[in-house]
């Protein structure tokens, strides 16, 4: 059994080593790297968040991607998130106040993770959000309007309640904390056993990304069936970022889409916490699935 179990490290291992940890961020605002969002809806994200970081200097966080199984491996989208969320700084590094929104589209899960400042009660109002704001969304493959109200929702009922500010006028009543921030969030109980299924699935990262692809609906015809792929158009330097291009089409009908990305120059590093605070979590929040 012991040599069994080494064999089957020795042979994972080249796929996992190649893998990068967590995504490097381009931006501490948006980094929509699973292209759900239109540029309109974009720039409204956007706006919210540098909306309420102006009001309450939160750094609240947007953050989707296609399949965490792209990166090295964690037992569970909340191991996952903590991780990045520590990788990238994310908050002030004082107040560990930091508010990221993960949304996982092949893997079909998502997680608000909360900086360590905030206390176990605000798991509450993040499981709210995720439960009754952006997963009915999420169900009927409305992405963006999900990730907006979802972020919205975020920056009303955690990031204003914590520093004291009173809801906006037309926010979404959900439940919310009752007292002030502090103390440590109880961090989640990970698994060995889900962490060996996680080093298999990774080696199929690929072709699961393409199942979960070929079920999402054309915006056009309504079929199922479309398939994406990516071209580098500008390689990224130590110095430059690169450029490239999503390109997804329906194999039903004649509708496809581009969207431009930009790469991180070669010399990012998603351990260094960029231009974030330096906040860090211990694990708090809420996660969803659809």
């Not at 750094?59 to 090295?72: G, K, P, Q, S």
Request: contains cysteine; proline residues 5%; glycine residues 12%.
């Amino acid at each position: 059994m012991k040599r069994l179990l080494l064999a089957l490290l020795l042979l994972f291992a080249p796929v996992s080593a190649f893998a990068e940890p967590y995504p490097a961020h381009v931006t501490t605002t948006l980094n929509d790297y699973a292209n759900l969002l239109e540029p309109d809806m974009e720039a409204n994200v956007i706006a919210e968040i540098e909306a309420v970081r102006a009001e309450t200097g939160v750094e609240l966080t947007v953050l989707t991607i296609e399949t965490r199984w792209a990166y090295d491996p964690s037992p569970s989208i909340e191991a996952f998130a903590t991780g990045l969320f520590n990788a990238w700084g994310i908050g002030d590094a004082t107040r560990n106040d930091g508010i990221l929104i993960l949304v996982v589209r092949d893997d079909r899960e998502m997680r608000i993770e909360l900086g360590s400042g905030y206390s176990p009660e605000y798991d509450l109002p993040a499981q709210d959000i995720i439960n009754n704001v952006m997963l009915p969304e999420f169900r009927a493959e409305r992405y963006d309007l999900g990730i907006l109200a979802g972020t919205r929702a975020a920056a009303d009922h955690i990031a204003r309640r914590w520093a004291g500010l009173p809801l906006r006028e037309g926010a979404v009543p959900i439940g919310a904390p009752s007292s002030g921030g502090g103390g440590l969030a109880i961090g989640v109980v990970l698994s060995e056993i889900l962490f060996g299924l996680g080093i298999v699935a990774l080696i199929f990262r690929r072709r699961i990304g393409q199942i979960f692809n070929r079920v999402r609906t054309c915006p056009e015809c309504g079929q199922r069936g479309l398939t994406s792929e990516r071209h580098v158009l500008v390689q990224p330097t130590d110095s430059t970022r690169g450029q490239g291009e999503t390109i997804t089409h329906c194999t039903h009908c004649s509708w496809s889409r581009t969207k431009s990305y930009t790469i991180p120059d070669t010399s990012s590093s998603s351990s260094s916490g960029g231009s974030f605070g330096g906040g860090s979590s211990s694990g708090g929040g809420a996660s969803g699935r659809w």
